[in-house]
């Protein structure tokens, strides 16, 4: 039986354990989550696995990323679970954090119960993020990252505070795992090439990988959100990858116009019980908006089925 990988807590023993193995030569990889890993997260474990000598996996659900409006509450654990399946894979060290903007000077505590008294608005008159309601105006966590084009469209059109959360969070876990390499999921496109685009700008010295979409047998794309859909609102939701495939099919085949195929997305989408949030389709790494597919390009859908937000992509390269 595989044994359960070292289990870190606090961030100077995390960033102490990379250290005294980098300086024996080993490689890292990395791959940070939120928990409750399905075979999505492992896919991607297992890329890292082969890049590297040691592999390395956070579990942490940033409270920097969501909004008070959104469903961090409901997000899902099982760290028992997760340390197992972990185990399988031959993971070296999980970095498990209680809080990470817990500076010990009294504020930016992070203590996420306290959001619901607060409004999704600062005093600036700038959304805020969950951690940010509940630390109130004044103390605690203010620094942010931001990559300011490729944050604005997709999911930050109705998720403002998202990306400049995730961007944060990765920007602390690289300092403080000091990886060579990390893998991203492309099912999270934007925060794909958003992150990449990070580390770009600002010179980190690590390598990012991105991993295909994992799905279901039936086409699904494997997310956490996915064990909060009802079987009937989970049928329903193959029309996501069902709508892709035929505009990708259509756009390969039938030089049809972006528009036209955005319009097939959404009516398949919306006739099968979904409510759109956006189809767009970009360039691969500027996200940029096409009018024609002429060049490497990507289809990006997010979609509510009752109370669950979902996203996709499939990419198109003529």
């Not at 295909?212 to 494997?222: Q, Y």
């Amino acid at each position: 039986m595989a044994s359960e990988p070292e289990v870190i807590r606090d961030k100077t023993a995390m960033r102490r354990w990379s250290r005294s193995y980098r300086s024996k030569g080993k490689t890292l990889a990395f791959v940070p989550t939120m928990g409750f890993l399905h075979e999505g997260h492992l896919a991607l474990v297992r890329a890292a696995g082969a890049l590297a000598d040691l592999t390395v996996v956070s579990i942490y659900v940033n409270p920097g990323q969501f909004a008070p409006s959104e469903d961090l509450d409901a997000y899902p654990a099982d760290l028992r679970g997760d340390l197992h399946k972990l185990a399988d894979l031959g993971v070296h060290a999980v970095f498990c954090p209680t809080n990470l903007y817990d500076y010990g000077e009294g504020g930016g505590r992070g203590d996420v119960q306290a959001r619901r008294t607060e409004g999704a608005i600062g005093s600036s008159g700038s959304p805020v993020s969950c951690l940010e309601a509940a630390a109130g105006d004044g103390s605690g966590h203010e620094t942010w990252v931001r990559v300011e084009k490729l944050e604005r469209g997709l999911c930050g059109m109705s998720r403002p505070v998202f990306f400049r959360g995730v961007a944060t969070i990765v920007a602390k876990l690289f300092n403080i795992v000091e990886p060579d390499i990390a893998v991203f999921g492309k099912k999270d496109y934007q925060q794909w090439r958003i992150i990449c685009r990070m580390v770009r700008d600002l010179d980190f010295a690590v390598k990012i990988i991105g991993s295909e979409i994992v799905r279901e047998s039936d086409g699904l794309a494997m997310s956490s959100r996915n064990v909060r859909l009802s079987p009937e609102e989970r049928e329903k939701a193959l029309s996501i990858y069902n709508s892709l495939s035929k505009a990708k099919y259509a756009a390969l085949h039938e030089q049809s116009t972006c528009q036209e195929l955005r319009s097939l997305v959404i009516q398949l989408v919306t006739e099968a019980g979904g409510r759109i949030d956006y189809v767009e389709i970009v360039e691969q790494e500027s996200l940029i908006p096409v009018e024609e597919i002429n060049s490497p390009a990507v289809i990006c859908i997010a979609a509510w089925f009752g109370a669950v937000r979902l996203i996709d992509n499939m990419e198109i390269n003529p």
